[in-house]
């Protein structure tokens, strides 16, 4: 069964696209895009070609929430990640119906558990907002830390009832696997992806400067480092951690998996899918995700008082507002 829908016709893309989404308001716009619009035929393709390999893995339901306007992203970043597991050489076990999405099978006696989500714009004041083709903006850091933050505290919260259920044992890693791309559509993680400040209270790029009276002279650097932000405020004033790496409360999450990508700027190829994604490991896991687990994407790990890239050796350390106070010539 493909996940297309044969009977919408192929239409140009631009108005007569945009017309056929207006005839279907229940169904994703995005949807219609890669089922209609003519120049999108390979990339069908090769979506129905991962449905294939996926279909026996995924829910009953899946088909009707792959196209409806409310789980399309969900559901494409679910595909995205059983096709990139099962393409990468990854079995998949069977699960419950009331169980993470996926049962990654790491040996005879351990499934390693991945629950997915899509971080979405969110509601009310604290929404992120909505961005508009041609026009410059101001990243919307502030919301999309605070629509991550809140993906993994309902996460968490399920971790919590699959473990008191049975279904996720003791012994068993669980993933968390966050698609941020339906939160916000232009990329906003320039520095480092946002997800490493959310598990670590990660705040901005700072250096130490070496000032002297003699205006000629330009002050050397001495040293660089990242602020600390451990919690990021709402409109209404609530503080929202962004620590949760750093508390044993989340000490059942052994990983995340973050992606700012949707499946329309994934890697497609069998041999590149996955390398969009990065997996942070939880160092005060109680069931780790062992290193190199998905030997795909950016893999970072805490080392002693860094933070850092495993395969591509980039590093970041953090200091503390209280070393801050004491560093002249430094402001967070």
């Known amino acids: 069964m493909s996940l297309f829908d044969p009977g919408l016709p192929q239409v140009n893309p631009g108005e007569e696209l945009l017309s056929l989404q207006n005839q279907f308001p229940n169904l994703d716009p995005g949807y219609i895009t890669l089922n209609s619009a003519c120049g999108t035929e390979s990339m069908r393709k090769v979506v129905d070609d991962w449905w294939g390999r996926f279909q026996p893995y995924a829910d009953t339901n899946f088909v009707e929430e792959f196209r409806s306007k409310s789980k399309f992203i969900q559901r494409c970043w679910e595909l995205y990640l059983g096709a990139t597991f099962l393409h990468r050489g990854f079995k998949l076990g069977e699960r419950p119906a009331a169980s993470p999405d996926f049962a990654v099978l790491n040996n005879a006696s351990q499934t390693v558990w991945i629950e997915a989500t899509s971080a979405t714009k969110g509601m009310g004041s604290d929404r992120v907002p909505e961005t508009e083709l041609g026009k410059v903006y101001d ?45 916000e559509r232009v990329p906003a993680d320039p520095e480092m992806p946002l997800i490493l400040k959310v598990l670590f209270g990660i705040g901005d790029p700072a250096i130490r400067l070496s000032l002297g009276r003699d205006p000629s002279v330009t002050p050397a650097i001495l040293d660089s480092f990242w602020t600390e932000r451990p919690y990021v405020s709402k409109t209404s004033g609530t503080a929202i951690g962004m620590r949760f790496f750093e508390e044993q409360d989340y000490d059942g999450i052994s990983a995340v998996i973050y992606c700012i990508n949707d499946i329309f700027n994934s890697p497609y190829i069998p041999s590149e899918l996955g390398e969009n994604i990065c997996i942070v490991h939880n160092h005060l896991a109680k069931n780790p995700l062992p290193l190199g687990f998905f030997p795909f994407g950016d893999e970072y790990r805490v080392n002693g008082e860094y933070l850092e890239k495993v395969r591509a050796g980039s590093r970041y350390r953090v200091m503390s507002a209280d070393l801050l106070e004491h560093v002249h010539g430094v402001s967070s």
Request: glycine share 4%; hydrophobic share 35%; no cysteine.
């Open 139 to 183: 990243a919307p850091t502030r919301q999309i830390l605070l629509r991550l933050s809140g993906s993994l505290k309902t996460k968490h919260e399920s971790f919590l009832q699959y473990a008191q259920d049975g279904i996720v044992k003791n012994s068993d890693p669980f993933v968390v696997a966050i698609n941020r791309s339906e939160s």
